[in-house]
């Protein structure tokens, strides 16, 4: 984590290579993506997936990248300004075309009636990576019903097996929040994980076991994929020294982190801690 540095003041964090001033890679730079090496990209977690994996297509897209956004679970069926092409496959459509440069397509399985994109199995993401269809490709991986901090049941997260990146996301705005339906996707669970009870306050120290928890954050994530832990949502200076905490906490401990980003995903403010 030493080669980045801050290149903006407190109120407009960003980070980039040390050197760099390349705004419009800031988002790039912070996930250690290069430009010319095919990834696939895995988020999990809760407290803004989607928003990441969009905004950074939308960087891709600027470098004249080919970028499937998909997903293994579901997501809400994005707004047209958001891409290029849609692939539903129930349409009988199909994902094998030569795909324009500098551009985003999204790939579904259905649309449900309740307006989500619904998500195609694993295996299928892999095999289009492998195809080299495109020069990323960007999953939702799991599923937190809007919700900022989750910890995955069983059968979560699901996460394609030659993801090269694995994005972790936490929401800062769950800390202060009680463990409960209305913050926490999966309570009970997440109780049992960061040994915590149900009704209590989620503090930096919850954070940290969510993430350390071999059945937390990063559970299931591939041996070979880098992982990326991202503060999202840590639009005030409480949030951001509360993020430096969860970082400091996090330093010495046996755990195998490539980054640790905190900011705002939605406002391109963040950093590298």
Not at 40 to 50: F, N, Q, W
Not at 86 to 106: A, F, H, P, Q
Not at 141 to 154: E, F, L, Q, T, V
Not at 250 to 272: P, V, Y
Request: glycine share 8%; proline share 3%; with cysteine.
């Amino acid at each position: 984590m030493e080669d980045y540095v801050y290149i903006a003041k407190f109120a407009d964090i960003q980070c980039a290579h040390s050197g760099s001033s390349d705004a419009m890679r800031t988002i790039i730079d912070c996930f250690k993506i290069e430009p010319n090496v095919r990834e696939m990209v895995s988020a999990v977690g809760g407290g803004g997936k989607t928003t990441t994996i969009f905004k950074l297509a939308a960087k891709l897209k600027q470098l004249n990248k080919k970028v499937l956004i998909t997903t293994t679970t579901a997501i809400y069926n994005p707004e047209k300004e958001l891409y290029d092409n849609i692939v539903v496959l129930d349409r009988e459509e199909t994902i094998e075309k030569n795909w324009e440069n500098g551009s985003i397509t999204v790939l579904g399985r259905t649309i449900s009636e309740e307006n989500k994109l619904l998500g195609v199995n694993k295996e299928f993401i892999d095999n289009i990576y492998s195809r080299g269809l495109f020069d990323f490709i960007l999953v939702e991986a799991d599923g937190s019903k809007r919700k900022p901090i989750k910890a995955p049941d069983s059968h979560e997260p699901v996460i394609p097996s030659l993801t090269t990146k694995t994005i972790g996301v936490i929401g800062m705005d769950s800390i202060g929040k009680t463990i409960d339906e209305a913050t926490v996707h999966r309570p009970l669970i997440f109780s049992k994980v960061t040994n915590s009870k149900i009704g209590g306050i989620i503090t930096e120290d919850t954070v940290v076991r969510l993430i350390l928890s071999k059945e937390g954050l990063f559970k299931g994530t591939p041996v070979d994929s880098e992982r990326y832990l991202l503060l999202n949502k840590a639009d005030s200076e409480l949030q951001i020294r509360q993020a430096n905490e969860i970082a400091e906490k996090l330093k010495g401990i046996q755990l195998q982190l490539n980054g640790i980003i905190a900011g705002s995903m939605k406002h391109e403010r963040i950093r590298c801690i």
